[in-house]
């Protein structure tokens, strides 16, 4: 496959910015890896990209800050083919296409192999929640207020 639908925004606005266009499926370099995407969440911080109010984010751009699916390629071999996989963040749909795609492209150190049976529609909504869960972990083992933050269902305390 040569082409792929995704989900383009040219330019900020409301939800009619968001046309489905065929574009060339990505090519990954080595550190890169291709996922057919099976799943993704939909999120608020694509929402506000969409809207404009993320300045640093150019246009025409594939939004999407998380996606799950299958490896296709993997030039440094981190991966083989057909591995189920996550990504989030790190930049997808921001500074590089994210996953509302068929196809997206992105650095082999934000994916990570699922071992899992879950179907797809529920595995979409996975990677982000993880992704912030993890970062509140790390956060809460370097500083006992981030502990205290989330054991007090998110409003802390000093």
């Not at 330019?11 to 890896?33: D, F």
């Amino acid at each position: 496959m040569t082409t792929m639908k995704a989900a383009v925004i040219r330019e900020a606005g409301g939800p009619e910015v968001l046309k489905i266009e065929s574009l060339p499926v990505p090519t990954p370099q080595s550190g890169e890896v291709l996922i057919r995407v099976k799943a993704f969440g939909l999120n608020r911080s694509e929402l506000f990209t969409r809207q404009g109010h993320s300045p640093n984010v150019k246009f025409p751009r594939v939004l999407g800050i998380e996606a799950v699916g299958l490896v296709e390629s993997a030039p440094g071999n981190e991966f083989r083919k057909d591995d189920i996989v996550a990504t989030a963040m790190g930049g997808m749909g921001r500074e590089f296409d994210g996953g509302y795609a068929e196809y997206t492209c992105v650095p082999a150190k934000q994916v990570q192999v699922l071992k899992t049976e879950l179907p797809w529609e529920t595995l979409g909504a996975i990677p982000e929640i993880v992704q912030v869960a993890s970062s509140r972990k790390r956060r809460a083992s370097a500083d006992p207020w981030w502990h205290d933050f989330g054991r007090a269902g998110g409003r802390g305390h000093r």
